[in-house]
């Protein structure tokens, strides 16, 4: 049974770059049809899908945070990561990292780290 765990900071200043990453166990990330994403709820609101990387290696971002967020891989390590630039406090929310098939049905998540944006 694949797990995800996110790691990070907790808490970030405006403008910096947030990094995130997600470590998996039981499966890999390069396994065939799987694509890895980083999703968001801020609070009082609903989830945001924010982007994936998909076992071949490719990347895509949702239009909201496309210019900001970048997503690595580190196949030796099975992690990937979230870079997310000029962050401001309307990025304060609660992070996940999940796994999904193409059909973007996600049936394994990570706990949740929550990140807050503050100077």
């Known amino acids: 049974q694949v797990q995800l765990q996110e790691s990070g900071p907790g808490l970030v200043k405006p403008s910096q770059t947030l990094s995130l990453t997600c470590t998996v166990s039981g499966g890999s990330i390069t396994s065939n049809r799987y694509y890895w994403s980083w999703i968001r709820q801020p609070p009082g609101k609903g989830l945001e899908w924010m982007g994936a990387i998909a076992y071949s290696g490719s990347t895509f971002s949702s239009p909201s945070v496309k210019s900001r967020v970048s997503i690595s891989a580190d196949t030796s390590s099975n992690q990937f990561t979230l870079h997310l630039s000029s962050v401001t406090p309307e990025d304060t929310a609660l992070y996940y990292c999940?796994?999904?098939?193409?059909?973007?049905?996600?049936?394994?998540w990570g706990q949740g780290t929550q990140v807050t944006v503050s100077s």
């Open positions: 999940a796994r999904s098939g193409s059909s973007w049905h996600f049936g394994s």
